[in-house]
């Protein structure tokens, strides 16, 4: 019997419920508070900004919540996505190590955030939203999220981060084919924006400026809501679908992974394919090492400090606490410009705090290295924000070479590049360079985070 390359799933095998991992967490994560009065936000402080039924997902101990029927419908379009193995990279490799990749470049957009997306979009519907903003960084999200807004109805408002929107004038065409309204962040159309302007006017963006404008955008129009891309609770557990598919996927290959390896910007890719695999080895039944995997120019796990910080440039969000570089910090215009965020999901910071999984830092020559490597024995080009994980999952494949150990080895494939190949293009011409993060430039956006609360 020919060896098996690529594990498929039936339609009527997409997950009906999202994994909940607090629920088996031996301690909750610390809560969000209110940077007024320091006490744990409540629904009412969140009202202007999420819909109910989010802000309820965000919270709850429940271990499963039931997708509904609406967003199932959506999530046929692309899921359940398929498992491989990387037969042909471990070849090229000489390791005796299995490589296997869970690949959600399938998706509308080319990458796993519609999984968040659609149900976001959704609810939001549901309750009667009109309009929803966001920001984007490589613009996987606001393409996502203008998808979805587009199947449920919504009018979409995005925020691109100016080096992003410069670099990516495609990832644009794709929001506003979809509907959405782009505009290029820092904007002169939010006072976060303009105040970021009269002190830069040659700024770059962030991350955590955009957030701002999108969030301003939204807070005080009753038709409106904001919506996130990674981060939160109820992100990561949308993502779950990832791994619930993958830990069936790994029956048909009658196989279980040694390792497991994802990139981490805000943690939602990672968390949604780890988690179901967390839960398992919690419950005792698999004991996989579990490793993030995150950008040397944007350490915020393996260089940030665990505090209560902002989630954006200008204070507007609860204090989160979550592994941070400082809500003042601007990383280095990186090409995988899905991982340059601050902070770290406060849930994925508390489960590292808590020793369930390790992590890692990859400088960025390294990485698409690695995603070459894979595109000429995989045949698909990896987005820049997997790469990472690929170069973990490489170095691991040697080792695994040098020691004769035969683990199985998974990696989340979480996009692929075809409309980032600017980035290759510097690469393969050599102008790629790796910018050292010094401790100076990290110890004074360190000194941002605010003193005192824990
Ligand atoms: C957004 C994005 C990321 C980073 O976000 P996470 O929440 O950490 O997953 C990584 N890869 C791709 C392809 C993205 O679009």
């Not at 779950?240 to 981490?264: H, S, W, Y």
């Not at 999901?345 to 808590?354: G, N, Q, T, V």
Request: hydrophobic share 40%.
């Amino acid at each position: 019997m020919a060896a098996r390359t690529k594990f498929v799933l039936d339609e009527d095998q997409i997950p009906t419920q999202w994994y909940n991992v607090i629920a088996d967490l031996p301690e909750p994560p610390p809560p969000p508070l209110h940077p007024g009065t320091l006490q744990p936000v409540g629904p009412d402080d969140l009202a202007p900004l999420f819909p109910q039924a989010l802000i309820g997902q965000e919270v709850t101990t429940e271990r499963y919540v039931d997708i509904p029927g609406e967003v199932l419908d959506v999530y046929r379009l692309w899921r359940p996505s398929p498992l491989y193995r990387a037969r042909r990279l471990e070849r090229a490799l000489g390791t005796p190590a299995r490589i296997y990749y869970k690949y959600e470049g399938v998706s509308p957009v080319g990458s796993h955030k519609p999984n968040t997306a659609v149900p976001q979009a959704y609810y939001n519907a549901a309750e009667g939203v009109g309009r929803l903003t966001t920001e984007t960084g490589a613009g996987q999200w606001g393409s996502a999220l203008a998808f979805a807004c587009a199947t449920f109805g919504l009018e979409c408002e995005v925020w691109q981060v100016r080096a992003s929107y410069d670099q990516k004038p495609y990832r644009k065409i794709m929001m506003e084919t979809f509907g959405a309204t782009v505009h290029p962040s820092p904007s002169d159309v939010t006072a976060s924006g303009r105040a970021v302007l009269a002190e830069h006017p040659d700024s770059t963006g962030s991350l955590g400026i955009a957030i701002s404008e999108a969030v301003e955008a939204a807070a005080p129009d009753p038709n409106a809501r904001y919506a996130l891309g990674s981060v939160l609770n109820h992100v990561l557990m949308h993502q779950t679908v990832i791994g619930e598919e993958a830990l069936k996927q790994f029956e048909l290959a009658e196989d279980v992974p040694d390792v497991i390896v994802g990139c981490t910007g805000g943690g939602s890719n990672f968390g949604g394919l780890v988690f179901p695999f967390l839960r398992e080895k919690m419950a005792g039944r698999m004991s996989p090492v579990i490793r993030a995997v995150e950008p040397a120019a944007c350490p915020s796990l393996t260089r940030g400090r665990y505090a209560y910080d902002f989630g954006d440039t200008a204070g507007l969000t609860p204090l989160l606490k979550m592994h941070t570089l400082g809500h003042d910090f601007i990383p280095d215009p990186i090409h995988a410009g899905g991982l340059r965020y601050h902070g770290m999901s406060p849930l994925m910071s508390h489960i590292y705090e808590l020793g369930l999984v390790d992590a890692m830092a990859v400088g960025q020559q390294d990485c698409f290295a690695a995603g070459v490597r894979f595109a000429r024995t995989e045949g698909i080009i990896p987005a820049p924000e997997p790469t990472h994980a690929l170069a973990a999952c490489v170095q691991e494949a040697l080792r695994c070479k040098e020691t004769g150990e035969e683990k199985a080895i998974l990696t989340a494939l979480c996009g692929h590049a075809h409309l980032d190949l600017p980035a290759y293009a510097a690469y393969l011409t050599g102008d790629m360079v790796d910018n050292e993060l010094s401790d100076t430039t990290l110890e004074a956006s360190l000194a941002g985070v605010p003193a005192g609360v824990s």
